[in-house]
């Protein structure tokens, strides 16, 4: 240390020290030019944005939703703040419908100096371009858990029971209904409401809905003298021009017995009605071959029935009409 001490001083109090200073000066200053000058680059994600798509339609798929954009420049320039104001964009005038195509990745740049070079590392994104629908479907609660022994389920039900969805027509044809999230009746002994959202699923990644909260209503009640009978559902006054086959043929009805007398699914009548429809209308178009359609559920106890319906399970079934 003492050695290091006497070299300073000995450069200090030696030859012209206001020259030496100058240079020391002079080399700083060489250093910080050099370091302003040298291209240096920075690179930052941004999301890519959607341009001139039309009103009807939609992107269903991205191969990517954001891009990694490369800045060159001087240190001093690259300390701009306007750089994150650059933006990137696929131009989508012009889209082609149902199939996957390959866009470029344009840059949009804001008030960046000439100087500063900009690029998209990713040139081209693949995006498939779909028709944009608007669907109801069915909503579904979901029930979960066991209610203490000595009570029953006797009806479910969720408010409302259909929401509107818009997406790309190829996810849309595949959506019949929708889940809310999990009620748990763990514990429950009496009729309860929860709010509830939609359950979590990745096929509605590009879908948006009407209503995204619901009130889940379930009724439980005492077992005491309640028969839960499962019944065949029947079509009533189908039409022979066409076939009709329903999503599910089981209804499940809760009676009341009396007086201790047994009551069989025999008791009970359970069906469903598509006379009403006006399949006419329905099926005017040629190419239509068929149609589904959600009906209500009927359910009548049979003349000498010893009991009361109080409640039956589903409430409306899926049918599916076919022109022979």
């Given at each position: 240390m003492k050695g290091l001490a006497d070299k300073i001083i000995k450069f200090a109090t030696g030859g012209d020290l206001l020259a030496k200073l100058i240079c020391l000066a002079l080399a700083v200053i060489l250093w910080m030019l050099v370091t302003s000058s040298k291209v240096e680059t920075l690179k930052f994600k941004i999301p890519i944005t959607l341009k001139n798509l039309a009103p009807n339609l939609i992107v269903?798929?991205?191969?990517?939703?954001?891009?990694?954009?490369?800045?060159?420049?001087?240190?001093?320039?690259?300390?701009?703040?306007?750089?994150?104001?650059?933006?990137?964009?696929?131009?989508?005038?012009?889209?082609?419908?149902?199939?996957?195509?390959?866009?470029?990745?344009?840059?949009?740049?804001?008030?960046?100096?000439?100087?500063?070079?900009?690029?998209?590392?990713?040139?081209?994104v693949l995006v498939t371009v779909d028709r944009k629908e608007n669907k109801w479907v069915e909503v579904v609660p979901t029930i979960t858990g066991r209610v203490p022994e000595g009570k029953i389920i006797i009806d479910k039900t969720v408010t409302p029971d259909r929401v509107k969805v818009t997406g790309p027509q190829s996810v849309l044809n595949a959506i019949q209904s929708v889940e809310t999230d999990e009620v748990s009746v763990d514990n429950e002994t009496a009729e309860f409401e929860r709010q509830e959202g939609l359950k979590k699923d990745d096929r509605f990644k590009n879908v948006t809905f009407g209503t995204t909260l619901f009130t889940v209503r379930v009724v439980i009640v005492d077992a005491k003298?309640?028969?839960?009978?499962?019944?065949?559902?029947?079509?009533?006054?189908?039409?022979?021009d066409y076939s009709y086959e329903m999503k599910s043929t089981q209804v499940v009805v809760y009676v009341r017995t009396k007086d201790?007398?047994?009551?069989?699914?025999?008791?009970?009548?359970?069906?469903?009605?598509?006379?009403?429809?006006?399949?006419?209308?329905?099926?005017?178009?040629?190419?239509?071959?068929?149609?589904?359609?959600?009906?209500?559920?009927?359910?009548?106890?049979?003349?000498?029935?010893?009991?009361?319906?109080?409640?039956?399970?589903?409430?409306?079934?899926?049918?599916?009409?076919s022109r022979k």
């Open positions: 269903s798929n991205m191969s990517s939703r954001f891009v990694t954009v490369q800045f060159e420049g001087r240190n001093d320039d690259l300390k701009n703040p306007m750089l994150k104001s650059v933006k990137a964009f696929v131009n989508l005038e012009n889209a082609s419908v149902g199939q996957p195509k390959y866009y470029p990745v344009e840059i949009e740049k804001q008030e960046i100096p000439e100087e500063i070079t900009v690029a998209a590392l990713i040139r081209e003298n309640i028969s839960a009978l499962g019944c065949q559902l029947r079509i009533r006054n189908a039409l022979r201790n007398r047994a009551v069989t699914p025999a008791d009970v009548d359970a069906f469903i009605d598509p006379g009403e429809l006006d399949l006419g209308a329905m099926f005017e178009d040629e190419k239509v071959s068929s149609v589904w359609r959600e009906l209500p559920i009927i359910v009548i106890g049979k003349i000498g029935a010893a009991a009361d319906i109080i409640s039956y399970l589903p409430k409306k079934v899926w049918i599916k009409i």
